[in-house]
């Protein structure tokens, strides 16, 4: 099949579009809370080598982090070589997605059409182009689910030991990874029918199964060298409810995130090709495959449902990739001729249109709107207000106070910033922030001095220290209204307590 030319051009221009429409104008967006909290962990552990363990002071697994480096010494901005990574592991889910289409189906037009709704989704678009553990996660759940399939058929050992290793790398990647090592033995179902007949093969397939565990539960451990590695567990406490606590009100966040994956889907994979992975369900009821690939995204989406505490789309990042490849069986059977599969991405793609030229305009689902737009976790301002600093710092030394002490500010401007010299950015550790602190005052004495806030939360407006230089207004809210980002000069006044 893959020495056919047109299979091949086909590939090409696949690849040529994934990497086109990923890479356009990636750093439109401004930076988001995490993403900053991420990139500035992975330049404090660029520079100093004993912190390289540093995302466990706060329960955050580091590989993602780790894999940041190296491509923080090529791009010389920071939040772009943050999202390059992300559309490299975008790359590894699409060529993950197409491969397991293929070993499923057997089928080129079902592994490409897959492959092709996952470059286009907003769902995949979005988030492979933002700096965050979700897409990596996703595109390693994809690869252990196709090494999975690859085990059950040729049983080998060293096809577990590669299973194995690519689970260990979820692990030290996100909490949730821990749902693929509870769902690999789901792939047993396609071979259901001989394991059934012969006892010994399901033997010899759970000693592979230790094999996998084995290498995976060594990986994880590997943190262990990390002082904070026990902080894993008591973060993750931050996210789930107890068991105790869902027997107490097991319907209260069931009944809320279940609607929430709903609009979620319908939305960011578009709700033709999301009642498409709906159809396959009814359609293919009796199709191991099918069952596999459903099992693999609703299994952990029930248990979350049941469970989170916090609850946004990139969670649910790796239960997409299945649903595509479903979605795309289900039209190939439907629709057989591939114009008709062309006006499926017509959705997707006026969305991503608006995600490239005016992202503010797109229909985002309330909560991520929220999130990388409107509130004081989206980023606005804050490159601009970099650039402003360095420029003043020609001349004399600048200091640069924030509200708060972690998450978009300081860490944004941290991140731009990183060995500017001349330059020093702290955070108060104030959120909402009643009066300007000595020590910034002070600062101004000698030092051009700054403060940067959001207007929700700065309560000192009317301080004579303070001179307002520029304001930097976010999306507009569902009810007219703007937060915005303050920029504010510190005034040095010693007749000004």
């Known amino acids: 099949m893959f020495k056919k030319p047109k299979v091949i051009i086909l590939l090409v221009l696949l690849v040529v579009f994934f990497f086109a429409f990923r890479l356009a104008k990636l750093t439109l967006i401004p930076v988001f809370c995490d993403e900053a909290i991420y990139i500035r962990w992975s330049q404090v552990m660029r520079a100093e080598q004993t912190l390289r363990f540093l995302p466990l002071s706060d329960g955050k697994q580091p590989l993602f982090m780790w894999l940041t480096i190296p491509f923080l010494k090529i791009f010389s901005d920071p939040l772009f070589a943050g999202r390059f990574l992300s559309v490299l592991t975008g790359f590894l889910s699409l060529v993950g997605i197409f491969l397991l289409a293929l070993r499923l189906f057997k089928s080129f037009k079902i592994a490409f059409f897959s492959a092709l709704f996952y470059t286009v989704v907003p769902y995949a678009f979005f988030f492979d182009r933002m700096a965050l553990v979700d897409g990596f996660l996703s595109a390693l759940g994809i690869w252990i689910l196709y090494f999975g399939i690859l085990l059950v058929e040729y049983q080998r050992l060293d096809l577990a030991m590669i299973t194995g290793m690519i689970l260990g790398a979820a692990l030290i990647t996100k909490s949730p990874a821990i749902f693929f090592a509870v769902l690999l033995p789901v792939c047993l179902i396609i071979r259901l029918n001989e394991f059934k007949k012969s006892p010994f093969q399901l033997v010899k397939m759970s000693s592979l199964f230790l094999v996998v565990y084995f290498f995976a539960f060594v990986i994880y451990n590997s943190l262990r060298l990390g002082a904070s590695f026990h902080m894993i567990a008591i973060r993750n406490r931050d996210y789930i409810f107890s068991l105790q606590e869902v027997l107490q009100h097991p319907w209260d966040p069931f009944q809320f995130h279940i609607r929430e994956i709903g609009e979620w889907f319908g939305s960011l994979l578009t709700w033709p090709i999301f009642l498409g992975a709906i159809g396959s369900i009814i359609l293919g009821a009796k199709n191991k495959r099918i069952l596999l690939l459903f099992f693999w995204c609703l299994i952990p989406l029930i248990i979350q449902s049941f469970f989170a505490k916090v609850f946004t789309a990139r969670y649910l990042l790796f239960a997409v990739p299945p649903l595509l490849i479903i979605s795309a069986w289900f039209w190939e059977k439907i629709l057989k001729k591939p114009l008709f599969f062309i006006l499926l991405l017509l959705w997707p793609i ?132 703007r937060e915005k980002l303050l920029f504010y000069e510190v005034l040095f006044n010693p007749n000004n307590d």
């Open 350 to 481: 006026w969305f991503d249109y608006l995600l490239l030229t005016n992202p503010q305009k797109t229909s985002l689902p309330k909560r991520e709107r929220l999130g990388y737009f409107e509130e004081w976790t989206a980023g606005y301002g804050i490159k601009e207000i970099a650039d402003y600093a360095r420029e003043k710092a020609k001349g004399k030394n600048v200091v640069i106070a924030t509200e708060g002490f972690f998450g978009t500010l300081p860490d944004g401007l941290q991140i731009y910033l990183n060995h500017a010299p001349g330059i020093t950015v702290f955070g108060t550790g104030q959120i909402d922030v009643f009066q300007i602190t000595d020590s910034i005052k002070n600062a101004a004495q000698e030092n051009l001095a700054y403060f940067v806030v959001n207007e929700s939360r700065m309560k000192a407006k009317d301080d004579p220290n303070l001179k307002l230089i520029k304001e930097f207004p976010k999306a507009v809210r569902s009810d007219g209204t």
